[in-house]
């Protein structure tokens, strides 16, 4: 496996990322089985594993820890934090008060004195970034956290945090975290150029945008989702975008056939072609499911493969904005008039 720079902080990190979401009652309560994916994944090269406090409410993390006793020093562990973790309004979000008191929850469940990187799930309108910039750079000036990163911002919220940590002197984030697919690429418009301007890693989500890039879910097949198999805006087939989604890829695996690939593998190379992309997480509930992704660490996709993807989903563009789960309401014609 062909390793690569994260961002100018000097590390070198694999073109797969594993995500850990699926590690518990969210995917695979089989822990052992989690536990296997982990170390087949290692083995394979991959040498980021990504979690969240969230995930499961800290099984995820807890099933990490686990799989990583006697290999901790192998792997560049990533977390994050924001979400809600109880009904507790204080027990989530960006504040100093959380974020000391959820690392060391997180350091437990994980079974290690630090992380390599700890991101903030999710920007908060209603926490000033140098609040959560303050906590986090004293975590890095503890060696509890090796580097700092966002998930989920725009390209705005990015540029501000790189300023109020150059304003502050404070531990900047050397990464950003967002979704992007061949049916989400919204993050082309302005994501993906800023963090290349800010030398910034990527870690992107999603690059099977949910599974509709599987090839499990073609049009007219008994298999395509519906809504009550996948609740949520996303997956309601009465919506005309899905609908449109559907055409989309259709159109996409008859490409990847002419290619010689599966939809799957051109989904996960495409999004790891891109020159601003560092690596792409995949998230396995299985390890059948972990194999699929492999070889799509060693594909690069022709100049003639990409320029029909381009024909059939234009550059910068999100097939369904349901799909665009990331700071863009500052981007919507309401957000502009109120």
Known sequence: MQYRPLGRTGVQVSPLTLGAMMFGPWGNEDREDSIRIVHRALDAGINVVDTADVYSAGVSEEI???ALAGRRDDVFLASKFFMPMDDDPNHRGGSRRWIVREVESTLRRLRTDHLDLY????????TD???????LTNLVRQGKVRYIGSSSYSGSQIVEAQWASRDRNLERFVTEQPPYSMLVRG???????TV????????TYSPLSGGWLSGRWRKGAASAPTSAARPGARFDMSSPANQRKLDVVED?????DEAGLSLLEMAIAFVINHPGVTSAI???RTLEQLESYLPAAELTLPADVLDRIDEIVAPGVTVNPDDDSYGTHELTPAARRR
């Open 64 to 66: 990490v820890g686990d």
């Open 129 to 135: 970034v140098t609040e959560t910039l303050g906590a």
């Open 187 to 193: 993050i082309e418009q302005d994501v993906l150029p």
């Open 252 to 256: 996409l695996a008859l490409l990847a």
């Open 282 to 284: 995949v998230g396995p």
């Open 119 to 126: 991101q903030v799930h999710r920007p908060s309108p209603d």
């Open 196 to 203: 290349q301007r800010f030398g910034m890693g990527t870690f």
